[in-house]
Structures are given as C-alpha cells and as structure tokens.
C-alpha cells in the first residue's frame, strides 16, 4: 500500500503538478513500475523528485523530467524509437508501454545488461539494447524519433539522420547549470524546425572522438 501511495503522489503531485497531462503518459508511469529499476540501495528514493545515482556514473532522470520528455514525442502506437542512453532502462519501458518498438544503445555494458533484465518481464513492443558508443552506430532504419538522454554541450546534428521525414528528435543542449531540452522536427528536404521546451540538466554524452 505505502508503494501504491507513493506511485500515486509521484503521479497526482510531480507529473500533474508539472503540465503532464497526456493521459497516455500518466497510464504509462502507474503501470510500469520504477521501483524495479532503480538500483536497491536508492530504493527509498524511487518516486522521489531527484534524478538517482545509477552506477557508472550515471543518474535516472526524475519522474517529473521523464513525463515532460514523453510528453513531448507524443509516441503513437506502432512507432520505432531510438534511444541514445538507455540508463536504468525505465524510459525504454514507459515507451514500449506507449507502443512504441525502441531499439537502445548505451555506452556501459553493465547499465544495458542490468536495464534489460528490468523490462524482460513487461508485456509491450519489442525492445533491444546495444552496449556501445552511440557515434559508432550505423543503420539503414529510420525512426518515427530519436531521443538523447544525454546532453550536448553545442548541438549537433548527427542523429537527425535517422529520422524519418516528420520525425522528430529530444535533446537536451548546453552546459551546467543552463541546459535546455529541446524538440526537433524534421521535414522533407532536411529542413528542421526546433522547439525549446523546458529546462533540464543530463550527464554528458561520450563525444565523438572516443568512438574511433
């Protein structure tokens, strides 16, 4: 009962409380369960309006900042995602709950293999995780969107090429402590349309050069 409470607050209190509002999305955070992917000795802070540390370095968005970007895409059924950073893996699953298909890279084998094992179980899409350098990742597919869950310190356009015409792109640009999220769209021809949506401070992403 005290989770169920808690999942509730997180929901009515941080989600409502910041615009989230696609009734979508808040289905998404009752039914998944964030508790399982967050590492135990943070269990405390599982609903918790805080970004959690993750090993490696790393740190799990808060409810609040993950609701806003999935608002943002506005994920449709049937949809195949990419998905820069996999982290705890709970994003990857609110997506696949959208019905979305998500194929995920992430730089630390022992963040992909733990995040795996947490989503194995959930009913929805397909999802795959690559350990590996997002730079390095090559495709003939291109995506309904892309999502960074890392953060540029200057924007750069490489992931816009696996965009489908009228994709669109999540990332978040600049440096510590002003960083912005930001939508990008994508029409034919490869003219783009960006949109500042709100606030938000990410790890960095591994820059291209330690790819090669």
């Not at 959690?52 to 608002?71: D, E, T, V, W, Y």
Request: proline share 9%; net charge negative; aromatic share 8%.
């Amino acid at each position: 009962m005290e989770i169920e409470t808690a999942r509730r607050n997180m929901v009515e209190q941080q989600l409502r409380g910041s615009s989230v509002l696609d009734p979508r999305v808040l289905t998404a955070f009752r039914a998944v369960h964030r508790e399982d992917f967050v590492p135990p000795e943070h269990a405390r802070q599982a609903f918790a309006d805080t970004a959690i540390p993750l090993p490696c370095g790393q740190h799990m968005m808060s409810p609040r900042n993950q609701g806003l970007l999935l608002q943002s895409l506005e994920l449709q059924p049937g949809e195949h995602v990419l998905e820069v950073g996999t982290g705890s893996g709970f994003l990857t699953a609110c997506m696949r709950h959208l019905g979305a298909q998500v194929d995920s890279l992430e730089i630390h084998p022992e963040l992909a293999e733990t995040a795996e094992k947490a989503w194995s179980a959930l009913e929805g899409p397909e999802a795959s995780v690559h350990a590996m350098n997002a730079w390095s990742f090559r495709t003939h597919i291109r995506y309904d969107a892309v999502v960074i869950a890392a953060s540029m310190p200057d924007y750069d356009p490489h992931f816009e090429q696996w965009l489908k015409p009228f994709g669109r792109l999540f990332v978040v640009v600049g440096r510590p402590p002003v960083m912005e999220a930001r939508l990008i769209r994508q029409y034919p021809h490869g003219t783009t349309a960006p949109k500042s949506l709100f606030e938000l401070e990410l790890d960095p992403i591994v820059p291209p050069a330690a790819a090669a």
